[in-house]
Each structure stands twice: as C-alpha cells, then as structure tokens.
C-alpha cells in the first residue's frame, strides 16, 4: 500500500486557500487605515489585478465585512 504523496492537489489547494486569506485580511487592514482607497490602488498594493480585488470585496461583503473600495475602480460598492 502507497503511503500519502507530496505536493498532490491537497497541499496546493491549501496554500491557494492560505494565499487568498492572507490577502483578504491585508485587504481589510488597508482599508481600515486608508479608507479612500481605490480598486486600482488596491491592486497594485497587494499585487493582483484590479478584478482580484473586485472578487475579494465581494467576498468580504458577503461575510458582512463593511470595508470596501471607494471609486476609481471596478470594485467600488458605495
């Protein structure tokens, strides 16, 4: 029997998911301390495209996080 291979789908699935709330609470500290900041803005701090952050404000919203984007980008929501 084959013991558990290394670098499989499993440990790269966990590190994306990892990356992805990392960012997200980067994202929520930003904003809480720059609140003006656009998507754009956003985007080059965090290093992702501007439609990256357009998903991750939308995630944050739906969990009820208050902290989202001002205009000058895609991601704006008020």
Known sequence: MEGPRRGGALPRFL????????????????????????AAELARELEVSERTVTRDAQ????????????????????
Not at 59 to 78: D, F, I, Q, V, Y
């Open 59 to 78: 995630a944050l919203s739906e969990a009820g996080c208050r902290s989202t984007p001002t205009g000058g980008g895609p991601a704006a929501t008020g």
């Open 15 to 38: 590190h994306h998911v990892a990356m992805r709330a990392a960012r997200l609470i980067k994202m929520v500290l930003l904003l809480q301390s720059r609140p003006s900041m656009t």
